[in-house]
């Protein structure tokens, strides 16, 4: 069974607890094929933290990966704009 990762804080904003988070993210995924994160007491969520956690996976994994294995749960509004974003601006779709 897989347990939710839940980031400490809710105000994160360093590119290094980014980081962990992005290898935790990536150990789940490994091990039990899916990364629940939790961000329910999440309340802002700086773009470099995002950045470092989701867009450096998305940039690694590639978009697909990080929706086929990644899973969020208690996020505002506004933490998940600011994951789009960020993924957006390291790995941006094309429009034919």
């Given at each position: 069974m897989t347990?939710?990762?839940?980031?400490?804080?809710?105000?994160?904003?360093?590119?290094?607890?980014?980081?962990?988070?992005?290898?935790?993210?990536?150990?789940?995924?490994?091990?039990?094929?899916?990364?629940?994160?939790?961000l329910s007491g999440v309340q802002t969520l700086a773009e470099s933290f995002a950045d470092e956690a989701f867009g450096v996976l998305a940039l690694r994994h590639g978009v697909d990966w990080v929706v086929e294995h990644v899973e969020f749960h208690?996020?505002?509004?506004?933490?998940l704009t600011t994951i789009a974003r960020v993924i957006d601006r390291r790995c941006p779709v094309e429009v034919a």
């Open positions: 347990s939710a990762i839940k980031p400490e804080g809710s105000d994160l904003a360093s590119r290094a607890t980014g980081a962990a988070l992005r290898e935790s993210i990536e150990q789940s995924a490994r091990d039990d094929g899916l990364a629940t994160v939790d208690g996020a505002s509004e506004a933490v």
